[in-house]
């Protein structure tokens, strides 16, 4: 399969199609007087990056942007979702703020309006500042009201361009991945420190979202990634533990943020390392909201293990098709997550804010694997639409091949492919395909 199977007007004609990036993944941090993230500090210790890899350079968006934008605009994205970094607003997490870094962000959100794209911001995508690591990071409370000024100062910058808002991507990779699992930034492996988290993520959310509301900008949300979890066999135990793992990675945040309570099942296990008087927080994170995110990739199996710790359960890859990532490929999940998030949205526009696969290609490669992906998964996304699901739009990770975390540069997302040491970008097939397929006649 080598094209899109859809077409912009099989769609209704307000739906957004869109393409997403992060700051630390293509910017590059190493100039532009950005300050020093708990990501740089993490890619420096060894064994925790592939070849210890950074974003010191990535994609080199910081001055290759005009460039980037112009794939977006030549492509008829609606959409680009792209994320501001702390650090390079304010270096040190809090005090003085890095003009350089504000004139960046300003004339960015410029040059997409120029090119007719609505610019669709993420506040924090993973690149804490190191000082605010060494206060204990998203352990400490103090965190979510340094946030809201953090807030506070970009949005006076660039609020007033911004076609939609949100503070915190996924959630559930800034606080369990990263602090309990231990696989991104802090590289933390403990319970304490993940439930504190789990929690002060929340109300860093609901703290930003009052700051924004207060600067009168609207369109307002959150972007929460999900996971298909499936128990390994039919067993009542393991149907129990995909439940409890589904409490963690799926019901958590959207609990805490449209219905103000986190999961019991979850609390069970958690709620001995919360931080004191957390439930006094619960209305602060609950702010009300004007669309809900979903990133979706892959679904897991999960079977109890009762010999392991709370929550006593391993994880398991199934059979199906993977990408480069080793991810299954499971659109179901998709429509699941579509349908699943109504019983907390309320009807409110709902965004496929992240999909996309990771594959092996180059230019001399074409990428079908990645245009069937899409194509799967936008079906699924139009038969949960026919069933009632309220989706507005859905953008792809990602624009550019990038430095992929704890990964480093070899697992390539992108549409556009990135020659990392010329730097040079070659739009994929599936670019092509989708070029094609958006295209305005």
Not at 116 to 121: D, Q, R, S, V
Not at 138 to 148: H, P, S, T, V
Not at 201 to 215: D, K
Not at 330 to 347: I, T
Request: net charge negative; hydrophobic share 40%.
């Amino acid at each position: 399969m080598t094209e899109f199977t859809h077409r912009r007007a099989d769609f209704p004609d307000d739906f957004l199609f869109g393409v997403a990036t992060s700051a630390y993944q293509i910017e590059g941090h190493d100039f532009g007087g950005a300050g020093r993230t708990h990501w740089d500090d993490f890619a420096a210790t060894p064994g925790n990056v592939v070849r210890a890899e950074h974003g010191g350079r990535a994609c080199d968006h910081y001055h290759m942007w005009e460039q980037d934008l112009d794939l977006i605009a030549d492509a008829s994205f609606d959409i680009y979702r792209f994320s501001a970094s702390w650090a390079r607003v304010l270096p040190e997490g809090r005090g003085a703020v890095n003009a350089e870094g504000l004139d960046f962000y300003d004339r960015l959100v410029d040059g997409m309006l120029a090119r007719g794209i609505k610019p669709a911001l993420t506040l924090y995508h993973w690149e804490l500042p190191s000082v605010l690591a060494d206060l204990g990071g998203w352990r400490n409370r103090d965190l979510a009201g340094w946030f809201a000024d953090y807030t506070d100062i970009l949005c006076r910058r660039i609020g007033d361009r911004i076609w939609s808002a949100a503070p915190i991507n996924e959630p559930w990779c800034v606080g369990w991945l990263s602090h309990f699992i231990g696989a991104h930034a802090p590289g933390l492996r403990d319970i304490r420190a993940a439930a504190r988290a789990m929690h002060h993520i929340g109300l860093a959310h609901g703290r930003a979202t009052q700051v924004m509301r207060g600067l009168g900008m609207g369109n307002l949300g959150a972007v929460c990634n999900f996971e298909y979890a499936l128990p390994l066999t039919d067993s009542d135990a393991d149907r129990a533990s995909a439940q409890l793992y589904g409490g963690i990675y799926n019901r958590w945040f959207v609990g805490g943020m449209f219905k103000g309570e986190y999961p019991s099942d979850v609390l069970e296990g958690l709620a001995p390392h919360m931080p004191k008087g957390w439930q006094d927080d619960m209305a602060t994170i609950r702010q009300p909201l004007d669309w809900l995110g979903l990133n979706y990739y892959t679904c897991k199996r999960i079977a109890a293990d009762p010999a392991a710790a709370w929550p006593h359960l391993s994880e398991h890859v199934g059979d199906l098709p993977k990408t480069q990532m080793g991810w299954e490929i499971n659109p179901d999940g998709l429509a699941h997550f579509l349908h699943f998030v109504g019983e907390y949205s309320e009807n409110l526009p709902l965004y496929v804010t992240e999909n996309g696969m990771a594959n092996p290609d180059s230019p001399d490669q074409p990428d079908h694997a990645r245009i069937a992906y899409l194509n799967a998964h936008l079906d699924a996304a139009r038969a949960a639409m026919a069933k009632g699901a309220n989706l507005k739009g859905y953008i792809i990770w990602s624009l550019l091949d990038n430095y992929e975390w704890a990964l480093g540069y070899e697992k390539r997302f992108g549409l556009v492919h990135v020659d990392f040491e010329s730097l040079q970008r070659r739009p994929k097939a599936s670019y092509h395909a989708v070029q094609q397929a958006l295209a305005r006649t």
